[in-house]
């Protein structure tokens, strides 16, 4: 498809769904972690992905090494990656759906903070501080929220943490030749590197199998698919056809899905200040993301 100067209409459908996928993605994870340790699961997933994506370079003629120069950025990434989702997974085993999204997704906050001190070009606004001051306000409030015995203050600092990691890959991928890689190159790095990485680290989180359904296994295959390989590599089709500000923009309604389907699906219980903090959230993300 042509080059696009805005998000039409079947770039905000796709973004939605996208975001609507992302937000699926927490749910099964939640359910799948009752079938497999958290992070061994996230293992799992890094090599499931990571061998799909090898298949699908392969056929498409797109090399697997790194050029020399990009390699301690995709070695950095990688590491991260595998971070990220040691912190994740568990937070989702520890907290609620609802609770862990919010945290996660307010990733754009470290990612503008760190920008702001590392690169020249990327100053704060006052727009976009004003952004992150809302946002960063959603993000207190979700903290200090303990109304429910779903809480979890440990689970809640895993998702910050994760999205801090996030934020990381992010900085990384700019900062590094790895932005020079074509897409496929640099999630292939993340998810090779981390495999092994998660592997060894699930040895120390526990036994590797729980209570193992086909609903797990299922969950699992989804997230191989739907969100670890191809899931990722839509999204980067997106940011090639369409504004990566109006794309970032669309970041905000996975934490709104992701609310919406832990209550529906896991009756998960919402008190009025975690509604509030979502509001915080998605309306700092908002401003933070706007051109």
């Known amino acids: 498809m042509k080059r696009r100067t805005h998000i039409d209409l079947i770039g905000a459908v796709a973004l939605t769904a996208f975001a609507l996928n992302l937000a699926l993605n927490q749910v099964v994870v939640k359910v799948s972690n009752g079938g497999f340790q958290p992070v061994f699961m ?30 301690p950025g995709g070695v950095l990434a ?35 903070l760190a920008s702001h ?57 700019r900062v590094t030749p790895l932005s020079a890689a074509p897409a496929e190159q640099q999630l292939v790095w993340q998810l090779l590197i981390s495999a092994p990485l998660l592997l060894v680290a699930s040895l120390f989180f526990g036994d590797l199998i729980r209570d193992l359904q086909p609903i797990h296994i299922a969950g699992l295959i989804y997230q191989i698919i739907a969100i670890a ?41 919402i008190g009025l200040s975690i509604w509030l903090a979502l509001g915080l959230v998605a309306a700092g993300l908002v401003l933070i993301n706007r051109p």
């Open 117 to 173: 001190v590392l690169l020249p070009g990327e100053r704060l606004s006052a727009k976009r501080l004003a952004g992150m001051a809302i946002a960063m306000g959603g993000v207190v409030l979700a903290l200090a929220d303990r109304s429910t015995g779903q809480a979890s203050l440990l689970g809640d600092l895993c998702a910050v943490g994760a999205g801090i990691c996030w934020a990381g890959i992010a900085l990384a991928v």
């Open 42 to 71: 996230a293992a799992l997933r890094s090599v499931g992905a990571g061998m799909v994506l090898v298949i699908w370079m392969k056929a498409r003629g797109i090399p697997l090494r790194l050029p020399r120069a990009s390699v």
């Open 229 to 269: 390989s191809f899931g990722f590599l839509f999204w980067f089709w997106l940011l090639k056809i369409y504004p990566a500000s109006g794309v970032a923009s669309f970041s905000f309604l996975s934490p709104v899905f992701s609310v919406l389907l832990g209550w529906l699906i896991l009756g998960e219980q």
């Open 78 to 112: 990688g590491t991260l990656f595998a971070v990220e989702f040691i912190l994740l997974f568990n937070a989702l085993d520890l907290t609620t759906v609802s609770r862990a999204s919010i945290l996660f997704y307010a990733m754009p906050i470290w990612l503008a």
